[in-house]
T-cell receptor, first 113, second 117 residues
Framework: QQQVKQSPQSLIVQKGGIPIINCAYENTAFDYFPWYQQFPGKGPALLIAIRPDVSEKKEGRFTISFNKSAKQFSLHIMDSQPGDSATYFCAANNAGNNRKLIWGLGTSLAVNP | DGGITQSPKYLFRKEGQNVTLSCEQNLNHDAMYWYRQDPGQGLRLIYYSQIVNDFQKGDIAEGYSVSREKKESFPLTVTSAQKNPTAFYLC????????????????FGDGTRLSIL
């Protein structure tokens, strides 16, 4: 019940395409869903985050869609660029006693020129 | 510039040796974290600390130890009891406030890659 399942494991798109990364969770007590972006040899950086009272959030070319009933959320990257090539992690907040972020396993995205 | 500094960037450990990874932040954050990253495994929490002189075990604390004597510093020691220490280690910090510190963004350093000689 504490897992966050992320798919696909890897993704290749052409420049200008719209990669979509999906995450699913079981714990209905989760109340915070961030996405992090990680470039090789660097630490992850927060990209965008959403709370369950909102169905969609946009920041620039990045959009999170949230489906509370299905317990799923996804990241869409509009007009993808080669510079978006990175590993993307979804996560969810554990609203239980430990208050820890629960991380997905990551999606390696490659955007070809 | 405010941020998190991890050192060294690369570290090698001999059999039976303890090594310490440094993590320093100048963001004035109360909460700090240590993660281990292995290929295909995502980020796994080793230890975390909400305030100075207090820390809690994460999901994979065995073979590791930490201290939090100063707000700015949260060093991680990989002991000889950790049988598979080869990994990328990430330190992070976040604001802790009365509304719920766990929902604050975590800011990461650029990691230390530890290998076995």
């Amino acid at each position: 019940q504490q897992q966050v399942k992320q798919s696909p494991q890897s993704l290749i798109v052409q420049k200008g395409g719209i990669p979509i990364i999906n995450c699913a969770y079981e714990n209905t007590a989760f109340d915070y869903f961030p996405w992090y972006q990680q470039f090789p040899g660097k630490g992850p950086a927060l990209l965008i985050a959403i709370r369950p009272d909102v169905s969609e959030k946009k920041e620039g070319r990045f959009t999170i869609s949230f489906n509370k009933s299905a317990k799923q959320f996804s990241l869409h990257i509009m007009d993808s660029q080669p510079g978006d090539s990175a590993t993307y992690f979804c996560a969810a907040n554990n609203a239980g006693n430990n208050r820890k972020l629960i991380w997905g396993l990551g999606t390696s995205l490659a955007v070809n020129p | 510039d405010g941020g998190i500094t991890q050192s060294p960037k690369y570290l090698f450990r001999k059999e039976g040796q303890n090594v310490t990874l440094s993590c320093e932040q100048n963001l004035n954050h109360d909460a700090m974290y240590w993660y281990r990253q292995d290929p295909g495994q995502g980020l796994r929490l080793i230890y975390y600390s909400q305030i100075v002189n207090d820390f809690q075990k994460g999901d994979i604390a065995e073979g590791y130890s930490v201290s939090r004597e100063k707000k700015e510093s949260f060093p991680l020691t990989v002991t000889s009891a950790q049988k598979n220490p080869t990994a990328f280690y990430l330190c992070a910090s976040s604001i802790r406030n009365g509304q719920g510190w766990w929902n604050q963004p975590q800011h990461f350093g650029d990691g230390t890659r530890l290998s076995i000689l």
